[in-house]
């Protein structure tokens, strides 16, 4: 983003842009894509993937257990509280 300074100025939200040599800057989009992987590995043409398919990815996705939520996924977590 070539305007970084003026959308800081004007949101007062700081940007942080990951130097490409450091993966570990990126952790979240390397884990989003793993995961992604799983559904829809190399070589699958996305031309052919339904609307159907993505949203259960999603939904799949959304919804998985999670470690720090003490294996409940985000839902159960919430309807529990």
Known sequence: MIQNAAFTI??????HFCY???A???GAVE???GLVLEYFPKGVELKKVTIGQ???VQW???NRPR???D???PTEFFHSV
């Open 10 to 15: 004007a949101t007062k939200v700081a940007l």
């Open 31 to 33: 884990n989003i894509n």
């Open 60 to 62: 799949r996705l959304s």
């Open 67 to 69: 470690i720090h939520l």
């Open 54 to 56: 993505i949203t259960r």
């Open 20 to 22: 490409l040599h450091c």
């Open 24 to 26: 570990w800057q990126r």
């Open 71 to 73: 294996g409940q996924s």
